[in-house]
């Protein structure tokens, strides 16, 4: 999961327990860096997917989904995202 600021990782930090209670690899870059940094280590520890928490993403309780095989990018409901990345 990639997030701007502190308020976003905390949201981040609650997502990947989820995630990992659903049996799916997750982490977190909680540094502050910047989100193409975050996309490029996913990308490099073989992640198929980054969602992506900011501002606008934690007042809609959603994430920003990028598939990085495709390309592709949807928004996706925090409490759908375990159904959405899992393959």
Do not use: C, H, W, Y
């Amino acid at each position: 999961l990639a997030s701007f600021d502190e308020a976003d990782r905390i949201i981040a930090r609650q997502l990947v327990q989820v995630l990992r209670d659903a049996g799916i690899r997750a982490e977190a870059d909680f540094e502050p860096k910047s989100i193409k940094s975050q996309m490029r280590r996913a990308n490099k520890q073989g992640f198929r997917f980054v969602a992506v928490i900011g501002e606008n993403e934690r007042l809609s309780q959603t994430v920003a989904l990028k598939d990085l095989e495709s390309g592709m990018q949807t928004s996706v409901a925090q409490r759908e995202l375990v159904e959405k990345v899992k393959l």
